[in-house]
């Protein structure tokens, strides 16, 4: 789950939690919010925690010249016009 959809978690138990008055019988809409709430904050954490591993520093790798040999270019040294 992605960040995202952690921080849907969090406002659907918000909502459940402090904006909703439904009562349904057998099934605790606030504790239900408060969870989805708790579960949302835990992954938005790990995720968190996560992206701070995968940014790793590498330094610049200098550039390395490769210099060729010039050699004599006369047109017959090398193997054209044989």
Partial sequence: MG???CIILIAVGAIL???TDWHM???N???VGVILMIVG???VTTFSSIARRRRVVVPPATPTVIQEERGRRDGYSDGYGM
């Fill in 41 to 43: 904050l835990i992954g």
């Fill in 25 to 27: 019988q057998g099934v």
């Fill in 3 to 5: 960040l995202g959809g």
């Fill in 29 to 31: 809409l606030d504790l």
């Fill in 17 to 19: 939690t402090f904006a």
